[in-house]
């Protein structure tokens, strides 16, 4: 199975996540009127979700899916190599690339071996 890696991106950090359908993703994070449509099925749990505003700033996609496990370990990279940290398109760009080597370096890939080796932004304004 193939999945999809991608970091939130919040004026005050980035977070590394991991995604069958990137389109969900996506309009889970941006589109507050597809939120509205989750509401209706589960309420108001996570009342802070429902807000008008988008939940990310931008969302940093990895341009080509990988393998599943491939995906998640990269994810679980995500503190190890700083992205907690980062700041901004930019940094949070470079960490990613550093999980998806440090995840394909483990599986014998050299580099990751998985696309172009930048992100691609989806929405926000890198």
């Known amino acids: 199975m193939k999945a999809h ?3 939130a991106l919040w004026p005050d950090g980035a977070q590394a996540f991991v995604t069958i359908d990137p389109d969900t993703d996506r309009l889970f994070w941006i589109e507050a009127d597809y939120r509205k449509g ?4 589960v309420g108001d749990a996570y009342a802070g979700i429902w807000s008008g505003k988008p ?9 080509e ?3 599943l496990g491939l995906a998640l370990e990269a994810a ?3 503190e190890a190599v700083g ?6 398109g ?16 483990g599986a014998g890939e050299r580099g990751g071996g998985f696309g172009p080796r930048r992100p691609v ?6």
């Open 5 to 7: 890696l991608y970091a």
């Open 38 to 41: 989750i509401r209706r099925g």
């Open 55 to 63: 939940l990310a700033e931008g969302l940093l996609m990895w341009p």
């Open 65 to 67: 899916p990988m393998p």
């Open 76 to 78: 679980g990279l995500w």
């Open 83 to 88: 992205g907690g940290r980062a700041r901004g």
């Open 90 to 105: 930019a940094a949070a760009a470079a960490a990613l690339v550093r999980c998806v080597d440090r995840a394909g370096a």
């Open 121 to 126: 932004w989806e929405t926000g304004s890198g």
